[in-house]
């Protein structure tokens, strides 16, 4: 079966074709194409004989452009006189524009996956270091999917509208936590809960107690009756403590002597209960020793991808790092961190809590 290449000749001429009709409309097209994204080379030479019209200040017509095509010796490439004429009759609606607009763009940037995909296969016969080879082909990709449609300005009424909803369901539900319960009632006061796409950061010195405090927090949250799924990414303790803190939390038993393991018959049973009840939570832990904040990410995507996200914490961010760009000056990488993890709790709409000394 032959391959076709992604590709809507009918929605880039109805692009182009639209300007004609609605001069203002090439600023809507340049605000969201580039020449590379229409598949027909004719129809780039004539894009870009429009934006030079634009940037001219010129009105675009069938004459001006025309004009402009002729006096560049480019008319013939625009795919001539005809062609220019036929471009008037080949828009079914003006008012549809951002739909044939999303339709140029999709197509593009599928024919972009398709010629990285071709890339990444070629490179990988040759590589040498797994881990930064991966490092690009995520970094490649998400440099293309930052391409794809975008959507445009919402006016103030329109949100205020859809806020009213949100403030009219947050009424009837009742209640004054809005994002995740994290039981810590003056905590989520002011917070109203953990909301989604909110980075949070809990700073303290060594040894203050914060692992202490998001493990209660994440346990906390994973018992309420929505049993919402938490990944814990534990980048300085490994999981056995982890959990060794939650049963000693959960069963009221001292830590050390459970630790000791010299527990008496009644404090068997309470942690005969406790692994009962953690058993039944959503709660994950990684500490596998994730250090590149771009696998965190990946980790986090796939779990959102499965529904199994809910909310991310990690201890702690300063031992996570950031892209070899960076490396030797630890206050853009520690920032480039801060960063990649707020486009993680925007991305995956999700909340997103690190601990930082």
Known sequence: MEQKIPQNIEAEQAVLGSVFFEPNSIKTILDKLQDGDFYSPNHQVIYRAMKDLHAQGVPIDYTTLTD?????????????????????????STANLLNYINIVKDKSVTRKVQDACREIIERSYSVE????????????????????RTSDFKGVGEIANLLMDKIAQQAQIG???????TRYYDLNRYTLGLQKSDLLIIAARPSMGKTAFALNIALNVAKTPARPHIAFFSLEMGVDQLVMRLLSCEAQVDNFKLRQGKLSSQEWEKIHYAVQSLSGLNLYFDDSGTVKVTDLRSKCRKLKAEEKLDLVVVDYLQLLSGSTFN???????????????KEVARELKVPVVALSP
Do not use: H
Not at 70 to 81: I, Q, R, S
Not at 129 to 148: C, M, R, S, W
């Open 68 to 92: 402009l095509l002729e006096n560049k010796n480019l008319l013939a490439k625009a795919g001539g006189v005809e062609y220019l004429s036929g471009l008037i009759d080949s828009v079914p």
């Open 129 to 148: 270091n797994a881990p930064e080879f991966l490092d690009d082909v995520e970094k490649q990709v998400i440099g293309i999917t930052k391409e794809k």
């Open 175 to 181: 209640g004054s936590v809005t994002g995740l319960d």
């Open 327 to 341: 490396q030797g000056n630890r206050v853009q990488e520690v920032s480039e961190i801060s960063r990649v993890l």
